[in-house]
């Protein structure tokens, strides 16, 4: 009997229509287009407008795509899970709003918050649901209202995020394709590198709070730098070693868009050529658990049933891992 494995079967986007480039930027705060990209990569990102839009706004809209892609309906979704650090409220489960908003009634929903690690941490856990045989179609949307929780004077943080969302189904096969393996860690030493201090239960939100400012990203650029390269680079070889692939055997690498010097760094130490790694960055910036989707959304016509993908990504937490996944369809 073959094993069952979850497989993506389609996947939906959906970026804002507003551009912030780093020309715009730069009149917002001191930095420049040359500063940006010598350092991050980014060229622009996309940022959610308009009153009373959130996260869910931005999910709705990649998996309304992604139900027409599919051929299903609302009614044939059984789990959603949203991978996001900027929900809608502190609860219900933005996933929660989704279903509703999309008038998903008969399935049940939860958010995973793991940062930019956030959409494989969810991907691995629909797909135990899908192995398992408890569910037969599940969505994962990563989506983020990054701009909500950016300081627009600081200089550090203001130019990496953006917003946007994108969603993918999975569903189970009993061929030799979808997600073979992960690896998924965690280091909560991290957590004084990279965190948002006030509106938790430590440290409600005050006017006080709000004076200093602790309701936007902080962020220590360097040790964050140092352990994403280090980390993204050793899971990822460390799903090649233990099945066996070799650069020629991987049709792409699916890094977090972080930054473009921690990708570059990974794809080098997987020894993959530059045309073997989805890179999107220069135009959507750092858009946390959606990154990953959003390239997949991206190279969906180039890729082909079995292609050998490694997703790799490093984010708050300290979080980091990387999922290998054959490809499942022909677009």
């Not at 016509?301 to 499942?328: E, H, P, R, V």
């Amino acid at each position: 009997m073959n094993k069952t494995r979850a497989a993506i079967t389609g996947i939906g986007a959906y970026l804002p229509e507003y551009v912030l480039d780093n020309f715009e930027l730069a009149k917002m705060v001191d930095t420049s287009d040359e500063w940006i990209m010598t350092r991050i990569g980014i060229k622009e990102r996309r940022i959610l407008k308009g009153e009373n839009k959130g996260t869910s706004d931005l999910a709705v809209e990649a998996i309304k795509e992604l139900l027409v892609k599919t051929n299903n309906t609302p009614q044939d979704i059984e789990l959603l899970i949203c991978a996001t650090v900027t929900p809608d409220m502190q609860f219900p489960a933005t996933a929660n709003i989704i279903c509703d908003k999309l008038g998903i009634t008969d399935a049940f929903s939860f958010d995973v918050s793991a940062a930019c690690s956030g959409f494989l941490f969810a991907l691995e856990t629909a797909a135990q649901y899908i192995q398992t045989g408890k569910v037969k179609k599940a969505i994962v949307v990563g989506a983020e209202k990054m701009s909500s929780v950016i300081d627009y004077t600081d200089r550090n943080t203001c130019p990496i995020f953006g917003d946007g969302a994108a969603a993918v189904l999975l569903e189970p096969t009993e061929e030799e394709v979808g997600i073979i393996d992960s690896i998924l860690k965690v280091d909560g030493q991290g957590v004084k590198y990279l965190h948002l201090k006030a509106g938790g239960s430590v440290k409600p939100a005050s006017h006080q709070t709000i004076e200093d400012k602790e309701h936007y990203v902080y962020q220590e650029g360097q040790p964050v730098f140092k352990f994403a390269v280090t980390k993204m680079s050793d899971t990822s070889v460390e799903m090649m070693e233990r099945h066996k692939l070799s650069a020629d055997d991987i049709a792409y690498l699916v890094p977090h868009q972080a930054n473009l010097r921690i990708i570059e760094a990974t794809a080098r130490r997987m020894g993959l050529d530059k045309n073997k790694v989805m890179i999107n960055i220069e135009k959507y910036g750092n858009t946390t658990a959606a990154t990953i989707p959003l390239c997949l959304y991206e190279w969906e016509k180039k890729l082909k049933k079995g292609d050998n993908l490694i997703l790799s990504a490093f984010g708050a937490g300290f979080t980091w891992g990387a999922i290998y996944l054959k490809w499942a369809y022909n677009s």
